[in-house]
């Protein structure tokens, strides 16, 4: 979703910086790419960039939590148990408003398996989001590891929009229009 983003942003003359994780698809050409593989990594590339965005989509669904300690070596397996702890990761889109003090358009996305709107509506007052888009990835055929998707667009002034299902290259067509006529905070 977010190459899809970034191309329709391009097609409608915006400069486009993607900030993206290890993924098999081709960026597009005209958007400046920084690649990252870790939470921390993204953290850091978004902190670093954003001061120069007017908006900032966060469609990424970077892990919430990641290993306390990593190993440079395999683990052997030496016991019938083993024990990993996990840690948070930054909150890239909560620190948006609070740390990076992002004024532009803010907008994010939710991936749920239930309660969609109660939950998306959280999301979108907690992270200080102008628009939020959450899509119900509980089901086949559509989200992640699809061309398809369906979307559910909530603003900060209440209204809600549902966008497809539907190719996410209209989807993501849509979401720039929809984040055009959106403007500013």
Request: with cysteine.
């Amino acid at each position: 979703m977010g190459y899809a983003l970034a191309e329709a942003a391009i097609e409608a003359g915006h400069r486009v910086t993607l900030i993206s994780g290890p993924v098999t698809l081709e960026p597009p050409a005209d958007a400046e790419t920084v690649f990252v593989e870790t939470g921390r990594e993204m953290f850091d590339a978004v902190a670093r960039r954003i001061g120069e965005a007017d908006a900032a989509i966060f469609c990424a669904a970077v892990a919430d939590y990641r290993p306390r300690e990593e190993s440079d070596q395999k683990i052997k397996k030496a016991t019938e148990e083993v024990t990993l702890t996990l840690v948070k990761n930054p909150d890239i889109l909560g620190s948006c408003r609070s740390e990076f003090g992002f004024e532009g358009l803010l907008v994010g996305f939710a991936a749920e398996t239930e309660n969609l709107r109660a939950n998306a509506l959280d999301k979108l007052s907690r992270k200080g989001c102008d628009l939020l888009v959450a899509n119900d990835v509980g089901g086949r055929g559509i989200g992640f590891d699809s061309e398809e998707n369906a979307v559910t667009v909530f603003s900060k002034n209440g209204s809600s929009e549902s966008i497809g299902p539907a190719r996410k290259r209209e989807i993501a067509r849509r979401l720039i229009e929809r984040m055009e006529t959106a403007g500013g905070r």
